[in-house]
């Protein structure tokens, strides 16, 4: 169907129940679907920072610091999830793709210029040992640290991202994804998917507080619900 949704999405806050009605999709439909919750778009250093960098700002300065930070989210993410790695979300294995790849596309289909410098920000989050090593390198090699200079172009932008999330899910059949949009950002995380119908659960937040308080939950608040119903 020309006009299938391309994706399927189920968002919430804690504590919706949204994905009791993602697990009943996978059962009642044939959809693909992807096992973990898709946080690429809301996690920090992912999509969505990535894109308000570029649009909103775009230090020149800052750039390069900003792509490698993105970079190196998708790779840690990407690996397999275990005791030392909480966050790994598997999503290569899990779609037979090559998210990492596909990310340095992305940046190089964003890129205008790449050029040779070093300034502070090259050195602002690394240790004293590397960067002894890189100024080594630099006087040894006559080499200076590689910089990159990204489009600010939203329409350019958003298109890339579009297609980056399309290389990770080239599915015929729509694709069901659990948590995929910051649920405080709706309409801009839609927009960085192609053709995504997306499903919110909500719920009455004193619901909400009424469990947490229960499950001892709530950190520095001065009542206690399962004190008082258990009374």
Do not use: C
Not at 162 to 189: C, G, V, Y
Not at 216 to 227: E, H, I, Q, S, T
């Amino acid at each position: 169907m020309k006009n299938q949704n391309k994706y399927i999405g189920v968002s919430g806050y804690g504590w919706t129940g949204s994905s009791a009605l993602y697990e009943k999709f996978i059962s009642d439909y044939d959809f693909n679907y992807y096992n973990y919750e898709y946080s690429l778009i809301w996690d920090l250093n992912g999509i969505l920072n990535l894109f308000d960098f570029l649009v909103t700002s775009n230090d020149p300065f800052l750039t390069t610091h900003r792509t490698e930070s993105f970079l190196k989210y998708i790779s840690k993410i990407d690996s397999k999830k275990w005791f030392l790695n909480p966050n790994g979300l598997n999503i290569s294995y899990e779609n037979n793709s090559n998210v990492l790849k596909h990310a340095e596309k992305l940046i190089d289909n964003l890129t205008i210029l790449r050029y040779e410098n070093m300034d502070r920000t090259t050195f602002s989050d690394l240790s004293n040992l590397n960067i002894l090593l890189i100024k080594l390198k630099s006087r040894i090699f006559k080499k200076k640290h590689k910089k990159t200079l990204l489009t600010n172009d939203i329409h350019k932008v958003r298109l890339e991202i579009k297609k980056f999330q399309d290389n990770i899910f080239s599915k015929t059949k729509p694709t069901l994804l659990d948590q995929p949009a910051s649920i405080h950002r709706i309409d801009e995380s839609i927009d960085l998917f192609t053709n995504m119908k997306l499903i919110i659960i909500d719920r009455d937040p004193r619901d909400i507080l009424s469990d947490l308080s229960i499950n001892n939950a709530l950190l520095g608040v001065d009542f206690n619900l399962k004190r008082d119903i258990t009374k």
